[in-house]
């Protein structure tokens, strides 16, 4: 499967998925970004994979000393570009979260949210362990997926970004027990406590998996240092 958001739903068409949310995906949108802010310590140098066009990046700088969005998205990158402009601690690359261009132990905190570890279409323990790796001894590790109980929500929105022509028609043979799938190739799936449980244990790391607002789940991870990962 090709980059879906890199190739077909970046920049201007990215921003406009958020534009035809609900009410209740705009809370959930919301509730990450605060529970991530809640998690970040005035001062830290942050890194943002899959930032997009930028729409955290100044909420995460409010709190953060500098704030780092990557995206495989040029056409992102560029719109990011312009709507951080006015803020002097962010800085936005394009990057691959999975091949990061970063020395070892650089961030205070990595943060990766709205179901990043399985939109990207990478292999997640790699994801995972690059993330760690890039992050100092004792930061925090945030990636979020969506919770069970948020499913008819989220199928929803997909169902409305297709409709507004942003994504493919929506497979309903191959959509359901929390995938998504379209017919021009698009497909989402999601990870659950065990499965995030599993992948921290593998890497000797501890985690922290909590339910928020509902509608996500994040899995917190604290690095530990190169030498354990």
């Not at 929803?156 to 190739?185: C, H, M, P």
Request: hydrophobic share 40%; proline share 2%; net charge negative.
């Amino acid at each position: 499967m090709s980059d879906y958001y890199r190739d077909r739903l970046s920049a201007g068409r990215l921003q406009r998925v958020y534009e035809v949310a609900t009410p209740r995906v705009r809370q959930y949108l919301a509730a990450e970004v605060d529970h991530v802010i809640q998690k970040i310590r005035p001062g830290d140098i942050v890194l943002e994979l899959g930032c997009g066009f930028g729409r955290v990046l100044p909420d995460l700088a409010g709190k953060a000393g500098t704030v780092v969005g990557i995206d495989t998205a040029i056409s992102s990158i560029l719109m990011g570009l312009e709507i951080c402009a006015g803020v002097s601690n962010c800085l936005l690359l394009p990057m691959d979260a999975s091949r990061l261009a970063f020395v070892s132990c650089t961030f205070d905190c990595v943060v990766c949210i709205q179901n990043g570890i399985s939109a990207f279409h990478v292999e997640q323990m790699h994801l995972l362990r690059e993330s760690l790796r890039v992050a100092r001894p004792g930061a925090k590790v945030l990636f979020s997926t969506y919770a069970e109980g948020f499913w008819k929500h989220r199928l929803k929105w997909f169902e409305l970004q297709s409709e507004a022509g942003l994504l493919g028609e929506i497979d309903q043979d191959r959509t359901g027990n929390g995938v998504i799938e379209t017919r021009d190739g698009f497909r989402a799936t999601t990870v659950n406590r065990g499965q995030f449980r599993s992948m921290a244990d593998e890497l000797g790391v501890t985690a922290h998996i909590v339910e928020v607002d509902g509608s996500s789940l994040f899995c917190e991870l604290t690095a530990v240092g190169e030498s354990r990962i």
